[in-house]
């Protein structure tokens, strides 16, 4: 059974059943065993919410199925396209097919997890949901990934200066009196002073270092307050997947969980290009650094600054003001 935070082992969950759909075969159900993190709150106090595998598989209405009595069964660490006929074969003949990760076979055709999503929403319906506090106006959730990315893999986040060119330009399209959500964790704090984050024993094989210095207004939430933006950082994490994924538009993260968000989401999905693929009905935003100005680049470094200089003329801004466009007739 493979391990990962909570967003890859949905991933690698729908990405099976993606698989299954492409293959036309049953799908039987592991549940998730085991989720590494468990929110940066839980992480900063070395605390674990024992409970919460079973509580993603009930709120994501996973159906509780039992496999095919077979007597032989084959794992497969990963799916290439090229081990579809073989896999294909093996379960036609009375086997057992084992998947531990559906990559990259989803990766190459995310058609088929669009094909799934009807399936993945009528699970989801089934089961009971947070309430939402808010308004009827249209809504815009963004996830901001941060946490426990700033002790290890940093160069995954987006900088805040992304986010708000996307708010800037989706404001052109949506009504005026639009809200925008943002989704994260970390310190919403003025403090330029600094704190020490211990290394949490679930986390070890990820930070080497027994602990980091991290600066206690690191993820400056105040630019998004500025912009009229409201927070929810740090907020129950089932609150903010029903919240971005009830969202008219969700503008995603570099993340997994950002990934199955925008799977699960009926609204437009804004997607920054990362290492998984998207689907194909998603608004494709241009690569990050093309659409930030040269002083808030600057301090990024040479290379951004050098890739800076390639065209950034892009038509998906088109196709994002299309899809505003369709949103708002439909509702």
Known sequence: MASD????????????????????????????????????????NKEFDLELP??????????????????????????????????????RNGGQARIVLPYPFLDVFPQYLDKVRPKLWAWYDGTPKPRLEGTDKFQVSIHVRRGELHLWESQRMLPNQYYLSIIRELKKHVPADAEFHIHSEGNVSADKGTEEVFRSEVHSAYMREPSKHLRKNRDHFEDFVKEGCILHINEDIFQTFHRCVSADIFVMSKS?????????????????????????????????????????????????????????KSKRWDQLRAACMLRRAQI
């Open 256 to 312: 997994s969980l950002s990934h199955v968000m925008g799977v699960y989401s009926r609204g437009i999905v804004v997607y920054q290009p990362f290492w998984h693929s998207p689907l194909p009905s998603w608004c494709v935003a241009p690569t990050w650094h093309m659409i930030m100005s040269p002083k808030d680049i600057l301090p990024i470094g040479p290379r951004m600054i050098i890739e800076k200089l390639m065209p950034k």
């Open 5 to 44: 935070g909570a967003g890859g082992q949905i991933q690698r969950i729908i990405g099976i059943i993606a698989l299954a759909e492409a293959l036309r075969v049953p799908y039987d159900h592991s549940p998730i065993i085991k989720i590494d993190y468990h929110g940066w709150d839980l992480y900063v």
């Open 54 to 91: 079973k509580k993603w598989d009930a709120f994501l209405g996973f159906p509780r199925t039992i496999a095919s009595p077979s007597t032989e069964s084959r794992v497969w660490n990963n799916v290439f396209p090229d081990q579809l006929p073989d896999i294909s074969r093996w379960i």
